[in-house]
C-alpha cells in the first residue's frame, strides 16, 4: 500500500477514534441549451460551480497587510512540500482575479466556492479587520456578481493565521473557536449582503488529522490520540460558533453548513442488508465531526472505541456544535470503505482494499463513481437534511502538455463522466444534491505535492502563469450547458 493511500486511510480510521490556437473549448460543439429538467438529466437550477481555496491560489502572502498563516511557516520546514514549493506565489490570483473569474464564466459556470483567508483579514487572528482584506473580497465578490457568478464562500480553509498557534496552539485551545467566531461574524456583517451561501470549515476530518495527528500538514504536529480527539471536537465547536455567528451577524436567509470529506462508504455489493450496514458504518465513521454536528451527541460506539481517549466536553458545547445547519456540504473524491453487514459490533464490516484496486494520478484517489450515488443518499436518510451539496470532487491527472500545445485529459474526462452519471442517478432517485463544486477551476498549489499535483480543469504553467483550458473543460462546459451527465 502507498504512502498516499495509507495517509487518507488512516485520518478515516482516526475519524472514528476518533493550447495552441484553437482553445479545447472551441473543440466542443455544445451549445449552451437550455438547462432540462429532469428527464435524463439534473434537476432544473442545479447549481454547476468550481473550487479553490485562498492560500492554494491566491499567492500575495506579504501584501496589502496579510498576516503570516501556519501554510506560510509549515511550508518553509524543509522536506515538508514534495518539490519544495510554497503558496507566496501560487497562480497570483489575489492580482488574476478577473482573468479567473473570465476562466470560470467560459465554462458556464453559475457559482463558485472561493474562502476567505483569514490572515489576510486579521493578521493576527482577532482585532480589527485589515480594510485592504476586506476590500480583496469585495472587489473579488463584485466581478463574480457581474458576470452572473454567485460567491460560495468558505471560512476556513486551512490557512490558520501564524499568531493564533503561537499564542494559543492554534486548534489546540477554545480561545481559537471563539476568535473564529468572532471572525465568521464579521464576515458575515461585511459580505453577506451579496454571498448568500457560507462554508464553516473545510474538511475538519483532514487538517485536524494531518495536521496534529501525523505531522504532514500544517502545523506538523504529532500529538497523542486523546489531543487530536479534543481538537477535532474544538473544530466542531468552531464550527457552530461560526454558524450562530452567521445567524446573528448575517443578512436574514443567508444559508450555512459545513464542507466535510464525509468518509465515504457504500455497500460492497448492493443488497439490502449492506446497504443498512453502509448506513450505519457511515454514521458511525463520521461520528467524530459530522455526526455530532447532525445530531448533537457523539455516537456509543466512538466513546467506546475512544476510550479513555474521549474528548471531554460540555452539553452546551453539544448544542452548539449542533446548531441547525441550513446544507451538508459532501468533499467526495474517493470510497474509503467498502462494507458488508456484520452481526459483529455495530453491525458493518469495512473490507480491506486490495492493493490492485484502481486509482487515479493521486495515489490515494480510488476510482469509486458509485460513491457520489451512495454517500449523498445515504447521508440524506441518516441526517435528514433537504440540501446536499458537493462542495468537492475531481481528480488529479498527469496533463501533458502535447506537441501541439493542448493538454488531452481524457482521464479527468473518464472520471468525471462516471462520477457525474452516479450523482445523476441519485437526483433522478430524489435524492436532494443541489449542486456541485468540481475541483478545481485551475491547477493550483496542492499542500504537500506542491505544484506537483494538477487538479485543475484550466493548465497552468507556473513559470508564465499562462492558464490554458483542458480538454475537461470543455467536457465540463457541456455537461453544464445540457445539465446532464451523459455527455
Ligand atoms: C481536498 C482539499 O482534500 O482535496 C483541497 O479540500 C485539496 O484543498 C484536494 O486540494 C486535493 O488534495 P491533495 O492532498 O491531493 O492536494
Not at 511557516?73 to 478577473?98: C, L, M, Q, V, W
Not at 500538514?217 to 487530536?228: M, N, Y
Amino acid at each position: 500500500m502507498s504512502d498516499k493511500v495509507s495517509r487518507r486511510q488512516f485520518a478515516k480510521i482516526a475519524g472514528l477514534s476518533a493550447a495552441g490556437v484553437a482553445s479545447p473549448l472551441e473543440m466542443a460543439d455544445a451549445k449552451p441549451a437550455a438547462a432540462a429538467r429532469n428527464a435524463g438529466g439534473f434537476p432544473a437550477g442545479f447549481v454547476w460551480g468550481t473550487a479553490t481555496s485562498s492560500y492554494q491560489v491566491e499567492g500575495a502572502v506579504n501584501e496589502d497587510g496579510r498576516g503570516a498563516s501556519i501554510w506560510d511557516s509549515f511550508t518553509r520546514i524543509p522536506g515538508k512540500i514534495e518539490d519544495g514549493t510554497n503558496g507566496d506565489r501560487a497562480n497570483e490570483h489575489y492580482h488574476r482575479y478577473k482573468e479567473d473569474i473570465a476562466l470560470i464564466r467560459e465554462l458556464g459556470c453559475k457559482a463558485y466556492r472561493f474562502s476567505v483567508a483569514w490572515p489576510r483579514l486579521f493578521p493576527d487572528g482577532d482585532g480589527k479587520p485589515n480594510p485592504k482584506g476586506l476590500d480583496f473580497y469585495n472587489r473579488l465578490i463584485d466581478e463574480l456578481l457581474k458576470n452572473g457568478i454567485e460567491p460560495w464562500l468558505t471560512l476556513y480553509h486551512w490557512d490558520l493565521p501564524q499568531s493564533l498557534q503561537d499564542r494559543f496552539g492554534g486548534w489546540r485551545s477554545t480561545e481559537t473557536c471563539k476568535i473564529f467566531g468572532d471572525y465568521a461574524a464579521c464576515v458575515a456583517e461585511h459580505l453577506t449582503d451579496r454571498v448568500k451561501n457560507v462554508f464553516t470549515l473545510n474538511e475538519s476530518g483532514r487538517f485536524v488529522y494531518f495536521g496534529y495527528g501525523i505531522g504532514i500538514d500544517a502545523p506538523g504536529l504529532t500529538l497523542p490520540r486523546a489531543e487530536v480527539n479534543q481538537i477535532r471536537h474544538n473544530s466542531a465547536l468552531a464550527h457552530g460558533l461560526a454558524v450562530q455567528a452567521v445567524r446573528a451577524h448575517g443578512r436574514r436567509g443567508t444559508k450555512v453548513g459545513p464542507a466535510e470529506n464525509i468518509d465515504a462508504c457504500a455497500p460492497a455489493i448492493d443488497t439490502p442488508e449492506n446497504v443498512r450496514a453502509a448506513e450505519i458504518a457511515l454514521r458511525e465513521m463520521n461520528a467524530g465531526y459530522l455526526n455530532v454536528i447532525m445530531e448533537g451527541r457523539y455516537t456509543d460506539a466512538f466513546l467506546k472505541f475512544a476510550g479513555r481517549d474521549a474528548p471531554k466536553y460540555t452539553d452546551a458545547e453539544l448544542k452548539i456544535i449542533s446548531s441547525p445547519v441550513d446544507f451538508l456540504g459532501l468533499n467526495i473524491y474517493a470510497p474509503q470503505n467498502y462494507v458488508v453487514a456484520s452481526d459483529q459490533g455495530p453491525g458493518f464490516m469495512p473490507l480491506p482494499i486490495p492493493k490492485s484496486f484502481p486509482h487515479m494520478n493521486s495515489d490515494w484517489l480510488r476510482i469509486g463513481p458509485e460513491t457520489l450515488y451512495w454517500v449523498p443518499k445515504l447521508a440524506a436518510k441518516i441526517w435528514k437534511t433537504d440540501a446536499i451539496y458537493i462542495s468537492e470532487n475531481g481528480t488529479s491527472g498527469e496533463d501533458q502538455v502535447t506537441p501541439d500545445g493542448k493538454i488531452y485529459d481524457t482521464d479527468r474526462i473518464m472520471y468525471l463522466r462516471n462520477y457525474l452519471a452516479q450523482l445523476q442517478r441519485a437526483t433522478e432517485e430524489g435524492v436532494p444534491v443541489r449542486g456541485y463544486f468540481l475541483w478545481s477551476l485551475m491547477d493550483n498549489f496542492e499542500w504537500v505535492f506542491g505544484l506537483g499535483k494538477r487538479f485543475g480543469l484550466y493548465h497552468v504553467n507556473f513559470d508564465t502563469q499562462v492558464r490554458t483550458p483542458k480538454l475537461s473543460a470543455s467536457f465540463y462546459r457541456n455537461v453544464i450547458a445540457k445539465n446532464a451527465a451523459g455527455v
